[in-house]
């Protein structure tokens, strides 16, 4: 009898402990109740009153499908909250390849996409997934390797010229092969330089930036690499050089979709719109200008709106 | 060696200092772990006294099943109930309300209660099977019920229910793949600590990730700890 006593005191103890903790979940959202409160002060009025203010203060949810390279730079974190802020809107960012970004437009999960990725983005316009696209700003890639440089590419002027002289030597290059916007540039460019990349020396990790980066430092190889993800890495301790930069193929363009609402009657059209007009603005684009470049001696992203560029 | 200093150090500094955002991930981590895993109790300790104790055609074939889904891979577990929630997925565009959707956390909730209960089952019927059956024997002779039977085996076998609880919890809270394909990884609202190490790390934010990787282990010490604390007592 005693046993039974302590097993239902301890299976008791176990759920009453969890349930409190589920039950503690309203005070993660507490923003709405606590500013309609101060508005029910006066009694007198009619709480309907107090109703459509929480109503109208409640923000309304966005989804952004994204590329890692724009979350892990810190990018989105500087400018979304001003966005969020100024339209009562809470942005929620899913930050994944360019390739997983365009199917959750196709599919209808994401209200708006900041992909880099132009091929595909056309694709994806032609086909009728998007309704309208922007460009919004550039970065551009660079060819890094190991300071012994045993393909010897240091110097040369084009992406197309080091990457054949990476395969002649057969030094180790680890790709991403992960279809993001990075590894379809890092494709195109072998198919300029007709070579199938094939071979012990040829590693396709299946990973984002970061963990190629450190995998490509690692094996002492040479690797394809956003200039932002680059210069994180750099601050923290990665020994891999810039060995070719500043060849117009390197450039890495970014453009805003708002995808088709005709996909599912959940897709804010209406808010994607509003991000789009915003992001492409004069002074969000000067924002990310100056975007870290105090910082690290150079901008990370170049403006390049329609509106930008006819300012200028 | 250096760098696994500084995480070290900043991880002990983050847990003592507060750090709102890292508590926010904790009690979220805690949170969506912690429903689950009462969802799957209710589910699975019932079902896996049931599978214990009753004698059918096809248990066999049932308890196969049961040990097949205690090995369900997470990261398949999250496509499987992606491609469900996705909106153009079989039950997300059906669009009815109470269907979670993608990229919340109920979805998460969704995933982790699917790999989380075939262990709770599969740890229950362990456990009830290894009960003595004069105990059974013994009780009906008294004039119980089958319902009184089933209880008081369970009593007995309570150590090892609390096992399969403490594992449930154990592959949920630690799990990585489900929750980030299913939860999408969002500030502030679905980002756990085995996303947001995910995310650090592919920032290169090195010293983070060990201190948050830290806390994970933390919080999994602690829970064992208590479970041996409450197995002493229980014995």
């Known amino acids: 009898m005693f046993q039974k006593m302590s097993f239902y005191k301890i299976l008791v103890a176990l759920i009453l402990s969890m349930l ?60 979304l909250p001003d966005f969020d802020k100024e339209f009562n809107i809470k942005t929620k960012v899913i930050a994944v390849g360019s390739g997983q970004a365009l199917q959750m437009g196709k599919d209808g999960d994401a209200d708006v996409l900041l992909i880099h990725s132009p091929a595909a983005e056309k694709e994806f316009m032609d086909a009728g997934d998007g309704v309208r696209r922007e460009d919004v700003m550039y970065n551009d890639f660079v060819i890094v390797g190991p300071a012994e440089d045993p393909a010897k590419i240091t110097g040369l002027k084009t992406s197309v010229d080091a990457f054949k ?12 092969g992960d279809d993001s916007g990075t590894h379809v540039k890092e494709k195109n460019i072998w198919k300029k330089a007709e070579l199938e990349p094939v071979g012990d020396w040829y590693v396709s990790a299946g990973q984002n930036m970061g963990a190629v980066l ?23 301790g990665l020994s ?28 804010r059209n209406d808010l994607a719109n509003q991000f789009i007009d915003w992001i492409i603005s004069i002074p969000v684009q000067e924002k990310i200008q100056v975007f870290k470049k105090e910082e690290l001696g150079q901008s990370l992203f170049y403006p390049s709106s329609k509106l930008w560029q006819e300012a200028k | ?64 099943i049961v040990y097949t889904g205690m090995g369900l891979p997470p990261v398949v577990v999250g496509l499987a109930v992606y491609l469900l929630l996705s909106r153009s997925g079989i039950l997300g565009h059906l669009n009815w ?25 599969g740890y229950t019927m362990a456990a009830v099977s290894e009960v003595n059956p004069d105990l059974r024997i013994q009780v009906r002779s008294l004039g119980a019920t089958p319902l009184q039977i089933t209880l008081a085996v369970l009593c007995e076998a309570r150590l090892g229910i609390i096992v399969a609880l403490v594992g449930g919890l154990g592959s949920i809270i630690s799990e990585v793949g489900a929750v980030m394909m299913v939860g999408g990884n969002i500030e502030g609202s679905t980002r756990v600590l085995t996303t947001a190490i995910m995310l650090e790390t592919r920032r290169g934010n090195l010293d983070l990730a060990i201190g948050l990787g830290m806390v994970l282990l933390l919080l999994a010490f602690l829970i064992n700890f208590g479970v041996t604390q409450l197995q002493g007592k229980g014995n």
């Open chain 2, 97 to 121: 309300s109470w269907i979670p959707q993608l990229f919340t956390v109920p979805a998460m909730i969704v995933a982790q209660v699917i790999i989380a209960t075939p262990l709770v089952v």
């Open chain 1, 165 to 176: 002289a990476i395969a002649e030597s057969e030094s180790k290059f680890v790709s991403r």
């Open chain 1, 214 to 236: 450190t995998m490509a430092d690692e094996l002492q190889g040479y690797t394809l690499s956003d200039r932002a993800t680059y210069l994180a890495f750099l601050q923290q």
């Open chain 2, 1 to 64: 060696m250096q760098q696994l200093l500084d995480g070290i150090l900043e991880g002990l500094r983050l847990l003592f200092t507060g750090d709102a955002v890292l508590w926010e991930i904790i009690y979220l981590s805690g949170r969506i772990s912690g429903i689950a895993l009462v969802i799957s109790a209710v589910l699975g300790i019932p079902f896996g006294a049931f599978l214990g104790l009753a004698r059918f055609r096809g248990r066999r074939l049932v308890q196969a």
């Open chain 1, 240 to 267: 891999l050089k810039i060995m070719v930069e500043g060849d117009s193929s390197l450039l890495n363009p970014y453009g805003v979709i708002a995808v088709n609402p005709a996909k599912s009657p959940k897709i």
């Open chain 1, 20 to 79: 409190l903790v589920a039950a503690c979940a309203p005070t993660a959202t507490p923003t709405a109740e606590s500013v309609a409160v101060p508005t029910q002060a006066p009694p007198t009025k009619a709480p309907k009153l107090a109703f459509t203010n929480t109503e109208i203060q409640q923000p309304q949810e966005m989804i952004l499908a994204t590329t890692s390279s724009t979350q892990d730079s810190g990018l989105l974190d500087y400018l």
